[in-house]
């Protein structure tokens, strides 16, 4: 199946820094999510897109679906330790109905308190 | 109320030996996803069923590998004649609505804990 490239891998900031991450792929996708694993846990939905160029906020987070339908761009204002996790994007290709969804590889957050 | 369960969390098997693994979805979600995950990597889908009908089974890497949903509510991944490369983290997700909808809508899934299964 289809991998999307997320960047950085890991990321290790201050508490109180933004962070931001993004999401590629090399086709286009109609959906695109957000998740966040914690360890020990299954990923927990954070953001849905839609829309080429939606701009969607949920508290701290702020996500972006790419003009291109190629990628998505994820940020995190004024972080704080609970933020630590991983941070999965997924996209839906424009051929899918099935509901199934790519993962990308994953961003690794470190917030140090 | 209960989130999505799997049992076991944690199966250690021998090489060659058929190991199932069950996922209880949330009380009354159509919808029920099988997912795994290597170390390191997102959940790459293997299969989905809206209530007992498999709808794509595309994501199963051999048939070694199936799944069934009998009644519409518990699932049970079975893998057979296992391999080491079989290890890894096995998901299960449910979503209250029937997938296939719409493009412009998305059913939230909700993942289980997973089994994480290691073969020797």
């Known amino acids: 199946g289809q991998q999307l490239n997320q960047s950085p891998q890991s990321m290790f900031i201050q508490e109180g820094e933004d962070v931001s991450m993004n999401c590629t792929s090399s086709s286009i996708f109609n959906t695109w999510l957000w998740y966040k694993q914690d360890p020990g846990e299954g990923p927990v939905l954070l953001i849905a897109?839609?829309?080429?160029?939606e701009l969607t906020s949920n508290g701290r987070l702020t996500a972006q679906f790419g003009i291109t339908r190629k990628d998505s761009f994820l940020n995190i204002s004024a972080s704080i330790p609970s933020d630590v996790g991983i941070y999965f994007c997924?996209?839906?290709?424009?051929?899918?109905?099935?509901?199934?969804?790519?993962f990308g590889t994953g961003t690794s957050l470190t917030v140090i308190p | 109320g209960a989130g999505v369960s799997q049992s076991p969390r944690y199966k250690v098997t021998k090489r060659g030996q058929d190991v199932a693994l069950r996922c209880d979805p949330i009380s009354g979600h159509v919808s029920l996803y099988w997912y795994r995950q290597a170390l390191g990597q997102g959940p790459e889908f293997l299969t989905y069923f809206n209530y007992e009908a498999q709808q794509d089974k595309s994501g199963l890497p051999n048939d070694r590998f199936s799944a069934e949903r009998p009644e519409g509510s518990i699932s049970t991944l079975t893998i057979q004649r296992t391999e080491q490369r079989d290890s890894a983290m096995y998901r299960c997700?449910?979503?209250?609505?029937?997938?296939?909808?719409?493009?412009?809508?998305?059913?939230?899934?909700?993942f289980g804990p997973g089994t994480r299964l290691t073969v020797l």
């Open positions: 997924a996209g839906q290709p424009p051929t899918n109905t099935g509901n199934q969804f790519y």
């Open positions: 897109l839609y829309k080429a160029g």
């Open positions: 997700a449910s979503s209250s609505l029937l997938a296939g909808g719409p493009p412009s809508s998305y059913n939230e899934q909700f």
